[in-house]
């Protein structure tokens, strides 16, 4: 087996992570995942974790949603 296959093609982030390298909001994540409209998320005992790909799908949904705004705004 190849070194490339041995690691899946995204990463675990904590929510603070995620804040930090993203800018969503820890607080924002949180609410969302409680009221069920959050990005799929994994559970490792108490530990909350995002797949960096739902979180790129996340923005490219803001900026899809985003560039109707403005769009529509004209």
Excluded: H
């Excluded at 490339?4 to 804040?19: H, R």
């Excluded at 993203?22 to 607080?27: C, D, E, Q, T, V």
């Amino acid at each position: 087996m190849s070194q490339q296959n041995k690691y899946p093609k995204y990463l675990l982030l904590s929510e603070k992570e995620v804040e930090k390298s993203y800018g969503l909001n820890r607080r924002t994540l949180q609410r969302e995942r409680c009221l069920g409209i959050g990005m799929p998320y994994v559970k490792i005992r108490k530990r909350v974790f995002y797949k960096n790909t739902d979180i790129w799908i996340k923005i490219a949904f803001l900026l899809v949603r985003l560039s109707e705004v403005t769009k529509s705004a004209l």
